[in-house]
């Protein structure tokens, strides 16, 4: 009996290192679910009741249960029967997301588990659902209530998953009842072989969480993909928005005009359009942020061939505290554009554009500022030829890229100021 406590000790140790490293590697998981918070209270609760029964097994010798023994083995009693109720939380949170179910159908298998536990706790000094004396461990005659218990609180996910399996995934719904009817075999097998039984409902309820955490893993696989290609479409469309053909043929019609009044100018000129071609493309295949140093060249080539059309209309400032901070590409370009275009192109004697960034504890700012006509407002989707869709690119890769915000001001006759903030922490 030492060998098979030795071995099955070690089993279980080896199951709780598994779930350790499913630990550590979902604690790099930035922004975790619902469903992938209430895993990882599961996972948690996992380690804990593998790693307690393996010290059970460890400090018993020759079915001798010493009183440290008994101690290991009751808080990993304890911990099924939380575990029981921490997977009822992890279905009701799932179907809640397809049904909008309410979140009470999960607290009552907790009512379940704390009343399991309260049932074996007291037993350690009443005796009533166990009792170990002379270190022999015997079951009492509260032994087959808290059974009944567990057995009620596997059958009421087993009802709520049938209940709702047409509403949940295929997939889902088969893992859910997979994992029910295995711990129910488990149970049934611990008490026709016992020595073996315990060790198996516990592995059993190892492979079912790593079941439920790869089929988590590969949901957020495929939700970072679609949002990989939602971000390629979005750049996509933001650079196809920033190439206008009325801004490509008052640049070229610029650079015509200097081939004959300044052919080196009009050379600067054919190099910074160049510049600013190349930028908005090379935007379309860059997956990840880039240096707002980066960003600016960008805007500066693109200020630079306005300066040709409008001369001194258009005056520009730029008021840079640091230039040193990650954001998505794209992202200022965007803005400048409406302020050169919709403000100060609008604006009779036309005006200055400013280009502002401060740091500070919290994280960045950008601000974008024009004294021109203002009267914008990026709610309000008129036609009135604007580049909303820009904007609201611009809003969209700024909050999934880098969690950052965009709030544009406009007052009319007093020009439109834009607010990128961008969180420290990214």
């Known amino acids: 009996m030492e060998n098979y406590n030795y071995t099955y000790a070690m089993v279980e140790f080896f199951a709780a290192l598994i779930i350790l490293v499913l630990l550590i590697e979902s604690h790099f998981i930035s922004k975790p679910s619902n469903r992938g918070r209430i895993l990882n209270i599961l996972l948690r609760t996992l380690f804990l009741l593998l790693a307690s029964d393996g010290a059970s097994y460890m400090l018993s010798k020759s079915g001798y249960m010493s009183n440290s023994?008994?101690?290991?083995?009751?808080?990993?009693?304890?911990?099924?029967?939380?575990?029981?109720?921490?997977?009822?939380?992890?279905?009701?949170?799932?179907?809640?997301?397809?049904?909008?179910?309410?979140?009470?159908f999960g607290h009552i298998g907790l009512v379940f588990a704390v009343v399991e536990s309260l049932l074996w706790i007291t037993s350690y000094k009443l005796g009533t659902v166990y009792s170990v004396t002379a270190g022999v461990y015997k079951r009492r005659e509260l032994f087959w209530l808290s059974q009944f218990i567990a057995i009620g609180m596997i059958a009421y996910i087993f009802i709520i998953t049938v209940l709702f399996f047409n509403k949940l995934k295929r997939r889902d719904g088969i893992i859910f009842i997979s994992c029910v009817l295995g711990l129910l075999f488990s149970i049934g097998l611990r008490e026709i072989v016992p020595d073996i039984g315990i060790p198996v409902v516990y592995l059993i309820v190892t492979l079912s969480v790593i079941g439920l955490y790869i089929v988590l893993h590969i949901e957020q696989n495929v939700l970072l993909r679609i949002k990989d290609e939602k971000l390629v479409q979005s750049r996509i469309s933001i650079m196809l928005s920033q190439i206008r053909p009325h801004f490509l043929y008052n640049a070229l019609n610029a650079i015509h005009y200097l081939c004959e009044k300044d052919p080196k100018l009009a050379q600067k000129a054919i190099a910074e359009f160049s510049d600013y071609l190349r930028g908005n493309l090379d935007s379309v295949s860059v997956d990840r942020t880039v240096l707002f140093s980066k960003e600016l060249e960008h805007i500066k080539n693109y200020l630079f061939l306005e300066k040709?059309?409008?001369?001194?209309?258009?005056?520009?400032?730029?008021?840079?505290?640091?230039?040193?901070?990650?954001?998505?590409?794209?992202?200022?370009?965007?803005?400048?554009?409406?302020?050169?275009?919709?403000?100060?192109?609008?604006?009779?004697?036309?005006?200055?554009?400013?280009?502002?960034?401060?740091?500070?504890?919290e994280g960045y700012e950008i601000f974008v500022i024009d004294d021109g006509v203002g009267g914008y407002d990026p709610d309000n989707k008129k036609e009135d030829g604007r580049s909303h869709v820009g904007i609201d690119n611009v809003r969209e890769r700024l909050a999934l890229m880098v969690g950052g915000t965009l709030e544009i001001e406009s007052e009319k006759g007093k020009g439109t100021t834009a607010r990128i903030f961008i969180p420290r922490i990214h």
């Open 69 to 104: 023994a008994e101690i290991f083995f009751l808080i990993s009693t304890s911990l099924a029967y939380v575990m029981l109720a921490i997977f009822n939380y992890y279905v009701i949170i799932h179907i809640r997301e397809k049904t909008g179910i309410s979140l009470w």
């Open 308 to 361: 040709l059309r409008y001369e001194d209309e258009l005056e520009i400032a730029y008021e840079l505290g640091t230039i040193a901070f990650f954001l998505p590409p794209l992202t200022v370009q965007p803005l400048v554009e409406n302020a050169v275009r919709y403000g100060i192109g609008q604006a009779i004697d036309g005006g200055k554009l400013t280009i502002k960034t401060v740091e500070h504890d």
